[in-house]
């Protein structure tokens, strides 16, 4: 079956540090990898997508690629801010041509302090 | 992408009691999704709603402990039934994108549930 596996947290960064929180997958075929974002208080927002090999998903000063070789979609910033502080969860569906159940990672906390 | 609020955004609840959990979205969907999240733990899918079918639950949820209902394309509500402690959780839905972004999931602001 399908499954995300992610780095455990908490992740505790200086603000202005350079975050990586690392995922790998399993999946047949060529699945659509997501980051996820929660924030204390708040429901899942999504961060950033890819949907093909070599893709590169980003938003918000986030990235992630999609490395099918690695089967990895580690995410990355190169310079956190406390307002970064949330849960990032990692996820596949597995393929992008309509809704399959998607798959979710345990979640990766991450503390940013000033 | 669409809009989704849900009610109540908390609440607090003896054992054995049930609760209604209502999701509104924006715009028209067919598939719904109600997920839980317990405390510091990742989302478990727990069933599936179409509209004008019965739900699709998932291993290890029944029917009779979280009923769901979906009269309408906008509009579904899960009952958390006798409830006990072990189902104080964050409960979410969700909805499919639309067009060729069918593939991604967004959220409501999810229910916070404490049952004491």
């Known amino acids: 079956g399908n499954s995300v596996t992610q780095m455990e947290g908490p992740v505790t960064l200086s603000e202005e540090a350079f975050l990586t929180i690392n995922c790998t997958y399993t999946a047949t075929g060529y699945p659509s990898l997501f980051w996820y974002v929660q924030y204390p208080g708040e429901g899942l927002q999504l961060l950033l997508k890819a949907t093909k090999a070599d893709d590169k998903g980003s938003n918000k000063g986030f990235e992630a690629t999609y490395r099918k070789e690695t089967t990895s979609f580690h995410l990355e910033k190169g310079s956190v801010q406390v307002s970064d502080s949330a849960v990032y969860f990692c996820a596949l569906s597995p393929y992008s041509g309509g809704y399959q159940k998607v798959t979710f990672g345990t979640g990766t906390k991450l503390q940013v302090i000033p | 992408s669409a809009v989704i609020s849900q009610k109540p955004s908390r609440d607090i609840c003896q054992r054995g009691t049930s609760l209604t959990i209502q999701c509104q979205v924006d715009s028209q969907v067919t598939m719904m999704f109600w997920y839980r999240q317990q405390p510091g733990q990742s989302l478990t899918l727990i069933a599936t709603a179409n509209q004008g079918s019965e739900a699709t639950y998932e291993s290890g949820f029944v029917i009779d402990k979280f009923p769901i209902s979906r009269p309408n394309l906008t509009f579904s509500t899960l009952t958390v039934s006798n409830m006990s402690p072990e189902d104080s959780s964050i409960y979410l839905c969700?909805?499919?994108?639309?067009?060729?972004?069918?593939?991604?999931?967004?959220f409501g602001p999810g229910t916070r549930l404490t049952v004491l």
């Open positions: 969700s909805v499919p994108g639309l067009a060729a972004s069918t593939d991604t999931q967004y």
